[in-house]
């Protein structure tokens, strides 16, 4: 993670990817701390988001286990 703070080259890439291996891959980019994320739509506030269903689901669940 050091690495980062050098002055080390980038490139800006967009990746797209099938839903179903899209968290195996980005979960794998970043355990590599090859990874940073640029908001492409800094305009919608977190519930006009495509992913808010999937958080909602997930709140839930944590809820029922702490319970």
């Not at 179903?20 to 800094?42: I, K, M, T, W």
Request: net charge negative; proline share 1%.
């Amino acid at each position: 993670m050091g690495a980062l703070l050098r002055s080390e080259e980038m490139c800006l890439v967009q990746i797209f990817l099938q839903s179903g291996s899209a968290y195996n891959c980005v979960s794998e980019l970043g355990e590599l701390g090859l990874l940073e994320f640029r908001d492409l739509n800094p305009h919608l506030n977190l519930f006009q988001r495509k992913f808010v269903n999937e958080v909602r689901r997930c709140e839930e669940l944590e809820k029922t286990f702490c319970e």
